[in-house]
């Protein structure tokens, strides 16, 4: 990882918490009328309550829910959110950063997200309410109300996985653009001419096509083949979308797929058609899970080092919960690409 400084907007950022009393005084009211609107909205009258509840939306605020329970000024808690659990591609950060908070008392609770962000806004109320000593997001795309609420939290806030000019607090930052054109680059050099991108409908698999379409125009190739799919890709999606792209247009001879699962599924529908891999396709994947090295060919692919996302992550939490400032705020992912017998 490249550390960079913390020179940044995000090292201005003011870590004290929105209070009870903040949101009294901006609504005009007593903390016990604010305290009631909350946890007994049936005692207030309606004026009053929409008085609090603009306050709150305004503030971001998120009540404490264990301000009435027995605790110390810590929890000893941490919270990952990752966009899935079924999957392992992110399984290599979760298991790092339990391993790293637990050698410093840390607890880590996961919660999964899916890749859509219905569900990310109710995730974070419930996490903030129980004041958890740090949060690792995976992306950096939330909603205003979502951000909003992290930032009014005073709770330290690490995003991973992708990159942001304006991150909530501290940011392991991946270029998934850079990555895409560095796999457009691969294949160009590897003779491919006529490329495919297979993707699932994520964010990050989204700026991956953009920096794989921007890298072909450069190299002016033909615009390459897109076959979208929902999130998280299998080995079935594989095969339908090498068998829809063959034939439409049989000269295809470069893919990338958003995922190794997906990636393999294209090896067997490309040797049940009799079609040679690398020498007539070539197939690059993103991941390199463990079963990347043994299928057969082994599978070229994007390799992305979690471990080293979950320690980083874990470092930057527990400095923050002793009361001091990381070394870095701002640190760079780096990625490569594994070369083997696909590609």
């Not at 930057?316 to 992912?333: K, L, T, Y």
Request: with cysteine; aromatic share 4%; net charge neutral.
């Amino acid at each position: 990882m490249k550390e960079e400084s913390s020179e940044h907007p995000a090292a201005e950022r003011v870590h004290a918490s929105v209070t009870l009393r903040d949101v009294a005084r901006l609504a005009g009211v007593s903390s016990m009328t604010v305290s009631r609107a909350i946890h007994a909205p049936d005692r207030v009258s309606a004026p009053l309550r929409q008085r609090v509840d603009d306050a709150v939306r305004a503030l971001g605020y998120v009540p404490n829910l264990m301000a009435n329970g027995l605790r110390s000024s810590r929890s000893y808690l941490v919270t990952a959110l990752v966009p899935t659990i079924a999957g392992s591609l992110f399984s290599d950060m979760v298991r790092s950063l339990t391993e790293a908070l637990e050698a410093r008392g840390f607890q880590l609770m996961v919660g999964q997200i899916g890749y859509g962000r219905s569900r990310e806004d109710d995730l974070l109320r419930a996490i903030i309410g129980r004041r958890p000593d740090g949060i690792v997001l995976t992306g950096i795309l939330h909603s205003e109300e979502g951000r909003g609420m992290l930032i009014s939290s005073g709770i330290p806030v690490v995003e991973t996985w992708d990159t942001t000019p304006h991150p909530i607090d501290m940011l392991l930052s991946l270029s998934h653009e850079a990555i895409g054109r560095r796999v457009c680059e691969f294949l160009h050099g590897r003779g491919k001419r006529r490329l495919a991108l297979f993707s699932g409908k994520d964010e990050r698999a989204e700026r991956r096509m953009r920096g794989f379409l921007r890298a072909a125009s450069d190299l002016g190739l033909d615009a390459p083949l897109l076959r979208w799919m929902d999130s998280p890709t299998t080995h079935r999606q594989g095969r339908e979308a090498l068998a829809a792209v063959f034939e439409g247009d049989a000269r295809v001879d470069g893919v990338f797929c958003s995922s190794d699962m997906m990636a393999t599924g294209v090896l067997t529908e490309a040797r049940a058609r009799g079609i040679a891999v690398p020498d007539r396709l070539a197939v690059v994947g993103f991941g390199d899970l463990d079963f990347a090295e043994s299928v057969a060919p082994a599978l070229t692919t994007v390799r992305i080092d979690g471990g080293a996302i979950g320690a980083m992550a874990a470092r930057m939490i527990a400095a923050r919960a002793d009361g001091q400032s990381p070394p870095q705020r701002i640190v760079e992912v780096e990625f490569s690409i594994v070369e083997r017998e696909s590609a």
